[in-house]
């Protein structure tokens, strides 16, 4: 079986993760998986591409100069040409649009993950009405959230050709990780870190925690928050902790290739995002043992039950996330029951092997022409 992942990105980030764990387990199989990453001159990030290669994974770049490249296209339909792709499986807007093209010339099977629709702008909008229109003919398209299957169900004819397959992490990269993490920015073993490891753009809820922060330090002043990531908002968001005096309290780590140990130093790590898929960053800290507090968004309460393996809080509302912080910070016994039951379920429920068994039935399907 040989299979081409296809993917265009801007960054690495809870898509790309998902990517290379996928990669990984089947390039550890009978599967021959090649992992395609398009580099946009506009726009250019291979960095999953680089990681890859650290990995011995095969992968190849294509160049693509605008919106729609003609070369790209011819680029992607000769690679499965000469290598004899069985699959494409694409990931996201613009890999579905080129793999779908690719496909239909060479007459290879299709399949496409989607990982989330998050419209900021009426360019991107516009390319996931696309996308969305395209999907209808794919041979089969995943969701990684029941929200987002449901949203495949209004544009799809046949709900056999929709499957929701939870994003997996390899959980032993997380389990036992140590470092200086702490050591590096100063900060002691007395000092509690409450941490969020996101992309910084506004759908993530850096803002709202930085209003819980306010009010969590007010009560414990001897608490740190740290944010872990990088974006278009940093200024934005550096300002607004100064207007809200947190000042030194707050550490801007920018993007960090030791997660596992980032992992390590905190105390307790914190999605206050407004609306997700399943993030993978939320399964790495409930494999790194933390206590977790999560927005009530997409497939997160399906990962995490509210009292057993984390508290869930309604996105958007500063006050709770704060309430939710200040208990676990003070009931160290609730947040260590809380964490160990959270390392269980993702061990035995969200890992990357249960994820890539799942994905190879989905290829079986397409190729022995069943589904």
Known sequence: MKILQLISSYGFFGAENVVLELS????????????????????????????????????????????????????????????????????????????FAAAKMCGTQIAATCHSWNSQDARTRFYYGLEKFILRWFGKVVAVSEDIGSELLKIMTDCRDISVIFNGIDTARFMAAEGAV????????????????????????????????ENVSRLLPDVKFMLVGDGRLRGELMALSEKKG????????????????????????????????????????????????????????????????????????????????IRLLKDEKLARQMADNANRKVAEEFSSRVMCSKYMSIYEELLSGKW
Do not use: W
Request: aromatic share 6%; glycine share 8%; net charge positive.
């Open 24 to 99: 990984r387990q089947l390039s550890s199989g009978s599967v021959d998986n090649t992992l395609g990453v398009f580099e946009n001159t506009a726009n250019p990030h291979i960095e999953l591409h680089k990681k890859a290669k650290k990995n011995n994974l095969k992968t190849v770049v294509f160049k693509c100069r605008g919106r729609f490249d003609l070369m790209t296209l011819g680029a992607i339909r000769s690679y499965v040409r000469k290598n004899n792709i069985n699959i494409i499986h694409a990931h996201g807007y613009k890999s579905n649009i080129y793999g």
């Open 182 to 213: 702490r050591e590096e920015f100063n900060i002691g073993k007395e000092t509690k870190i409450v941490g969020v490891v996101a992309r910084l753009s506004a759908e993530k809820g850096h803002s709202i925690f930085f209003e819980a922060a």
């Open 246 to 325: 947190l000042g030194e309290k707050v550490i801007f780590t920018g993007l960090r290739d030791d997660l596992p140990q980032i992992y390590a130093a905190m105390d307790i790590f914190v999605l206050p995002s407004l609306n997700e898929g399943l993030p993978m960053v939320l399964l790495e800290a409930m494999a790194a043992r933390k206590p977790v507090i999560a927005s009530r968004v997409g497939a997160v309460p399906k990962v995490v039950r509210t009292e057993e393996d984390g508290l869930l809080v309604e996105p958007g509302s500063s006050g709770v996330l704060a309430d939710a912080i």
